[in-house]
């Protein structure tokens, strides 16, 4: 009996090959993406503060400086959301990394649905906005109504912050008797 070609197999490498490398110029495509979607097109289940809160801050923190609870557990440390090179990075980059995963961080493509990814992109741009806002980034009316506040001296005592709530992992104070 006659071995049979191994011609279908050859074709199916080249068209998986295809897919691949068309797959890949999907994927840079997106990275280079600046603009949000419409948001008529995005209907987010939660909000991009509790998405980010679930899923991101157990690694980057609530703040987005790469130092969150599993950070300090031993975990390898994600970049800060603040350095130039991520504040600089256009939207798809962030999308493409929640959806991808990247370095250490492993892909949320089947936890986190589209619109859910696109919130979480524009809280970590709200977040790196808040953490880098110039006085000049405000309305005029804002900035002149923070301008006209009275600044304290640096000599001025500080309010003393309210008490904190007794941690865990410490016995509670005794009862007096």
Same mark, same amino acid.
């Given at each position: 009996?006659?071995?049979r070609p191994a011609r279908g197999r050859v074709t199916a490498t080249i068209v998986a090959a295809g897919l691949s490398l068309a797959a890949l110029a999907i994927r840079a495509s997106a990275q280079q993406t600046t603009a949000f979607p419409p948001s008529s097109l995005l209907t987010p289940s939660l909000s991009g503060l509790d998405n980010f809160a679930l899923y991101c801050a157990p690694c980057h923190d609530r703040t987005g400086s790469g130092a969150g609870m599993v950070v300090r557990r031993g975990y390898r440390p994600p970049p800060s /959301?603040?350095?130039d090179r991520l504040r600089d990075a256009p939207v798809g980059h962030f999308y493409d990394v929640v959806t991808n995963? /990247?370095?250490?961080?492993?892909d949320y493509a089947a936890q986190i649905d589209v619109?859910?990814?696109w919130a979480i992109v524009a809280y970590i741009r709200a977040l790196q906005l808040s953490q880098n806002a110039k006085l000049s980034d405000l309305p005029p009316q804002e900035r002149a109504r923070l301008e006209a506040l009275p600044v304290l001296p640096s000599s001025a005592p500080m309010p003393t912050p309210p008490p904190r709530p007794f941690p865990f992992s410490e016995s509670k104070p005794q009862a007096a008797q």
């Open positions: 009996m006659a071995a /959301f603040h350095i995963g /990247f370095g250490a961080m492993p619109p859910d990814r």
